[in-house]
């Protein structure tokens, strides 16, 4: 099984919704919290229902956690670091992301089933550091780091330490590098266009063997990859223009791309391993849904029953397992933040 974790980027716009939005059938949700925690980001889930993310103190410092499927929430850190961000978690447990050390340097992580930790750095990395973002059952981890010139490149590392990196020409740094099938990899990377004169974003997936294939929305000016599936399927948003509405993609295997449109689209978390798409979209009334657009071409419509209904309150799903586990947070009726897993 690939790595889970998506990236979200919120994303505040209104567009046309070109296909029916109805309620989805009933789900199972679990609730939990985390004492102190002002804000929860759950930034992976696997098919077994365990999650990983982080949270943030009423002091701003980032913290993680793991949800178990019976209710358990495990909080951690990096010994001695100054902040700790989880940012994938594989279908055994095995989480990765990244610290901050005393003089803000950030490393990479991997902390094993029994919570130990060992400090990822790639060969050659400075001090912005080396972010993992997606591991695997057998253990291959993938992300991005910048060189001691800030130099941007992205990485894989095998289950026995041994990194390969790779460049992408004009990238200017490389994110959200999610690994799928044995090796692969799907993500985003930024490099400067100067026409318009942006460091925008552009997707690119790369196979076992090496080879890279960058690609755009069509006519787009930034495109962003926030999922992929098994079958290297993905999904994301891209922009006509800076100025302009974010555009919903799916985008097979076979690297043929179809757009759709959801109202208030808000943000994308991933895709399933059946094809349907999870995200977040505003109402008229600014609260906020989760919503699954199917294979099918159905658009359906979810919600955490505890959640609140009203303004900028509601549900946020952030990730999604192969299986259709569905994690991330809500904000009840008083603005408190609860995380969730719903199956």
């Known amino acids: 099984m690939r790595s889970t974790r998506a990236i979200l980027t919120p994303i505040a716009v209104i567009g046309l919704l070109f296909v029916a939005l109805s309620s989805a059938p009933a789900a199972t949700y679990t ?31 980032d913290h993680s956690f793991l949800f178990q499927p019976d209710g358990t929430v495990t909080t951690f850190d990096v010994p001695g670091s100054n902040g700790t961000v989880a940012m994938g978690i594989n279908g055994s447990g095995k989480i990765v992301g ?12 991997l902390r094993n089933l029994a919570g130990e930790y060992t400090t990822l ?17 057998s253990g291959e981890i993938a992300g991005g780091y910048f060189d001691t010139s800030d130099a941007a490149y992205g990485f894989t590392r095998d289950s026995l330490g041994n990194y390969t990196e790779y460049g992408i ?26 026409g318009i004169n942006c460091y925008c974003g552009n997707g690119f997936t790369r196979d076992a063997l090496g080879n890279l294939t960058t690609f755009d929305g069509p006519g787009a000016v930034n495109t962003s990859v926030s999922g992929v599936n098994a079958s290297g399927e993905t999904t994301g948003t891209y922009q006509l223009s800076l100025s302009g509405t974010y555009q919903p993609y799916f985008r097979d295997a076979a690297g043929t791309m179809t757009t759709f449109s959801v109202a208030g689209l808000y943000g994308i978390a991933g895709i399933e391993d059946n094809g349907n798409i999870i995200g977040i979209y505003r109402s008229s009334n600014s609260t906020y849904f989760g919503w699954q657009y199917s294979a099918a071409g159905v658009l359906t419509s979810f919600k955490d029953p505890a959640a609140g209904h009203m303004f900028e309150r509601g549900t946020f799903p952030t990730s999604v397992s192969g299986s259709g586990n569905v994690a991330g947070f809500y904000l009840d009726s008083k603005g408190i933040v609860y995380g969730f897993v719903m199956h």
């Open 31 to 61: 609730n939990f919290s985390i004492a102190g925690a002002t804000v929860i980001y759950a930034t992976g889930v696997n098919d077994t229902g365990q999650c990983a993310g982080w949270y943030r103190d009423a002091s701003g410092v």
């Open 121 to 137: 750095n790639a060969p050659g990395a400075g001090t912005l550091g080396t972010t993992p973002t997606s591991i695997d059952d």
């Open 169 to 194: 020409s004009g990238s200017t740094q490389v994110d959200n590098a999610l690994l799928y099938g044995d090796g692969e990899i799907a993500g985003t990377y930024t490099a400067l266009d100067t």
């Open 98 to 109: 990244v610290y901050f050390d005393s003089g803000n340097v950030q490393h990479g992580f």
